[in-house]
């Protein structure tokens, strides 16, 4: 008798848990953007023609280089008393507003479920708060652009 081999399960987009650290680079203190409603990344390579005469008509190509971004909208939250926002909310948009050394904040991202798939790196922050009717919930979208290398991580949150 053969043992029926599991149907795969599609992965969801609300897999990815983002962290932001609110310590410093020698004693980081890593702790969730929570309320994200939306999430993307992506690491796209600056790709170069490298061909030659000598590739007989074939296009050559070569990685120069690599950047990497974060989009993510999240629904902005306040304490109970709502007299102040959630401190990792409000540690973006400071970093969104410093210069030099107050203007980078490192981050990193896995998989909720503990798979393989984590990153982190540094990033510079980009704050637009979306405005709406007074209806709406009051949401932020930021852009962390990428300063310096993406590191593939162990996921922290793996078995």
Known sequence: MTTPTPTPVTALARRWRLEVNMGNATTPDWQLC??????QWTAEPNVEDSSTYDDDGWAGNTKTGQAFEVTATFNRKTSADSTVYHPVHEKLRAVAFGWG???????RWMDRNGLPEAYQGSVLVQWAPSGGAATDLD??????TGNGPLAQIDNPLAA
Do not use: C, N
């Not at 929570?34 to 999430?39: G, K, L, M, V, W």
């Open 34 to 39: 929570p309320a994200i409603t939306e999430f």
């Open 101 to 107: 050394d107050e203007s980078e904040v490192g981050v």
């Open 139 to 144: 949401q932020v979208e930021v852009t962390l």
